[in-house]
């Protein structure tokens, strides 16, 4: 797959609308820097860079490498489409039976979709970080298995399938399932069925026990952790923001993957030509189930993806993205939008957790960008 710039838009017309918006972000200390890419008609019609990867560090490239955060989820849902589509698994199937870390009451209930959908039941999060630095790997031999089975073992905070609360806790059991079935680590398989065959070759997960990325210099650091390993304080880079994967290694279902706007412009583009019934790594009939599929009633909830709220006002993606599409925010400062029925999706790479882990304005800009964008469609 090509991405092509689209000569016909007025470039600077974007940019100048844009550009006033990001700069007043980083002056205000939201994030240091920021890349956005905006793609219409499968033609990548703005990429651009702004800003710096830290206060005093290098200018921001439009490759620069970010951390991904909770987009991993995405990437995620995206490898379990290829199993649903091999007929290995499917939405409705029961998990318990095939992960013996899921185990108590009320867990035989819990289905693929659930998990998905953030309608399992699981709380909403649980410091596990806490208990595999002080060696506690619940029997466990490896980081990784610990924080399976810890999740798998923590009890349902509410009845499977009545409701959403989201959870990184499913996407930690859902990246246990993919091992499983694929008999390959997540990374693994993640290289294997999506980025190979994609041609990501700036997006991969950083494990902690294995070699380190090749490009260091190239990724934004993501800000002071508060805690981590013997308590110890530092800038966290190159190496996962997220307590919970960074914990149990580096590689998890619900954070880990680091990429560039290049990169994801490339996966969201496969999505909506899978969608639109294109030559994909995915069949049209799979991508349309996960994105219409709800785990619980009543939720903007889909599977993997979250869809715009109806409430004008508080969208991430704003007021005017179309109301079909799909996309996921992270952490860091990360978002993705698609309207695949559109052939159009935009992607914000920043690190506002360099500043704050607190949300500092970081809803502000995404939805300020999203407007000008939607604006200048």
């Excluded at 993640?190 to 997006?203: C, H, K, S, V």
């Excluded at 996960?290 to 704003?318: L, N, V």
């Excluded at 914000?348 to 300020?368: F, H, M, Q, V």
Aim: glycine share 10%.
């Amino acid at each position: 797959m090509t991405l092509r710039t689209l000569a016909v838009y007025d470039l600077a017309t974007v940019l100048n609308s844009l550009a006033p918006i990001i700069a007043d972000a980083i002056a205000r200390k939201v994030t240091p820097g920021a890349v956005v890419l905006v793609s219409d008609g499968g033609e990548v019609c703005f990429h651009h860079a702004f800003g710096r990867l830290s206060e005093d560090g290098p200018s921001t490239a439009p490759d620069t490498i970010y951390d991904a955060a909770s987009i991993t989820k995405a990437a995620t849902s995206a490898l379990l489409m290829t199993l649903v589509a091999e007929g290995k698994i499917d939405l409705d199937t029961r998990v318990a039976p095939l992960l013996p870390e899921l185990h108590g009451p009320g867990k035989d209930q819990i289905e693929v979709r659930h998990l998905m959908g953030h309608a399992s039941g699981l709380p909403a999060h649980v410091h596990f970080f806490d208990r595999i630095w002080a060696c506690d790997l619940a029997g466990a031999e490896q980081p990784w298995d610990a924080i399976a089975t810890m999740a798998g073992a923590e009890p349902l905070a509410y009845e499977t399938g009545t409701k959403t609360i989201y959870s990184d806790l499913g996407y930690i059991l859902l990246a246990r399932l993919i091992e499983t079935l694929t008999r390959q680590r997540l990374d693994v398989a993640f290289a294997d069925r999506i980025a190979g065959p994609l041609g990501l070759e700036d997006t991969q997960f950083i494990n902690q026990n294995g070699p380190g990325h090749p490009a260091p210099q190239r990724i934004a650091p993501t800000g002071e952790a508060p805690t981590g390993v013997g308590g110890k304080r530092g800038m966290v880079h190159a190496q996962v923001h997220d307590d919970n994967a960074r914990s149990s290694g580096g590689v998890s279902g619900h954070a880990g993957l680091f990429t560039t706007a290049p990169d994801l412009a490339r996966f969201a583009q496969a999505l909506c030509d899978a969608y639109q019934g294109r030559e994909s790594f995915v069949p049209q009939e799979v991508v349309r189930r996960f994105w219409t599929t709800a785990g619980a009633p009543e939720t903007s909830w889909r599977m993997g993806f979250d869809t715009p709220s109806s409430t004008p006002g508080i969208s991430h993606a704003g007021d005017h993205w179309p109301p079909s599409g799909v996309g996921h925010l992270g952490f860091t400062g990360t978002a993705m939008w698609l309207a695949p029925a559109h052939n159009r999706f935009v992607i914000i790479l920043a690190n506002r957790t360099y500043y704050s882990w607190e949300p500092s304005g970081i809803k502000g800009l995404r939805r300020a960008l999203m407007h000008a964008i939607g604006d200048a469609l």
